[in-house]
């Protein structure tokens, strides 16, 4: 992995606990610690899934992301460096299709090297609480390393569910649940391909349930919403869960907690503020979309803050010269 990565895994694993409120990351003892691994996971927040995600793990990781994102020769050379590979939609160009077969060949390729790939099972991504129907991807990359003579046949799959208050700026609970592993002795994935792909992804779909709030109807009432902030606020803040998880709690239809009121640290700042206001401004002048957002500004917090350190602290210098 190159230093880069390193560098930016570093980075979000300091700033992300002083970024939002809090994050709350349960199972992480699930994830071997060698060998063929793929991380399933639900995609509710664009590539801020990924840094999150990866960051939160200690085994490096390589991510399947969009592939509109690598049009950019400078974003794909970025996009790179942080062991990202491009999946392409039939939306982004059917000839761009036939480029998803070097990419899952690539896919197979880290597998056979006993590494970890993270890929996001619903394909494309929104910013609300829903479960979208879920890609053939990941059955597609299990079964060709399950078939395979080489050390991929011991892949193990890892689901994945990541859980957000909100989906604009800092200042957020974040709930990330890493499910038990998943073993090719549970499928017959000999058989057919379509059947095996349903099979999979409906043992997929069930175990998001358990590890990620999904609600199909919440994003559209704010007072559902309400409930699931305050709530999910309160909980991030226990310690002791008496053996449940927070998600089996958030399903509760139990009163909602007392809402205790707390700020980010970037929001408390006078010193990071004026910082997180400029990356805020920047982000909708690097992209168009709103999906990436909460994305790019965290990606820019993150990347930057060392230089507006350096040029804080230039002028400080000069100022107390002037003085």
């Known amino acids: 992995m190159g230093m880069f990565y390193n560098y930016c895994k570093w980075n979000t694993r300091v700033f992300s606990h002083l970024y939002y409120k809090n994050i709350r990351i349960s199972g992480t003892e699930n994830i071997p610690l060698s060998g063929p691994v793929m991380l399933v996971a639900n995609h509710p927040n664009s590539f801020l899934d990924a840094v999150l995600i990866g960051a939160a793990i200690d085994r490096p990781t390589h991510f399947l ?3 509109d994102a690598f049009n950019n020769q400078f974003a794909a050379n970025i996009l790179g460096s942080l ?55 990941p059955a597609r990359i299990a079964k060709k390393a399950w078939q395979s003579e080489s050390d991929a046949k011991n892949l193990q799959i890892i689901p994945v569910g990541i859980t957000y208050e909100h989906f604009t700026g800092e200042g957020k609970n974040i709930v990330i649940n890493f499910g038990k592993p998943i073993h090719k002795t549970s499928f017959d994935y000999e058989k057919n391909e379509a059947l095996f792909v349903k099979e999979l992804n409906d043992r997929l779909s069930k175990i998001f349930y358990e590890l990620a709030f999904i609600d199909f109807n919440m994003h559209k009432e704010k007072a559902a919403y309400s409930r699931f902030s305050v709530e999910l606020n309160a909980l991030t803040k226990q310690s002791n869960l008496n053996g449940e998880t927070i ?26 503020l004026p910082f997180y206001k400029f990356c805020d401004w920047m982000a909708p002048k690097i992209v168009k979309e709103s999906i990436f957002l909460d994305s790019i500004i965290f990606g820019l917090f993150i990347l930057l803050w060392p230089i507006y350190l350096l040029l804080t602290g230039k002028l400080a210098h000069l100022i107390l010269n002037f003085i």
């Open 247 to 272: 998600i089996s709690r958030l399903y509760k239809p139990e009163s909602p907690a007392k809402e205790k009121k707390r700020i980010s640290f970037i929001q408390a700042s006078l010193f990071f």
């Open 83 to 137: 062991n990202m590979l491009p999946v392409y939609r039939l939306s982004e160009g059917k000839e761009n299709l036939l480029k998803n077969n070097e990419t899952f060949d690539a896919c197979q390729n880290i597998l056979e090297n006993n590494k970890m790939v993270l890929i996001f099972a619903e394909g494309i991504s929104e910013n609300n609480w829903e479960l979208r129907p879920l890609k053939k991807g």
């Open 65 to 67: 992301a969009r592939g």
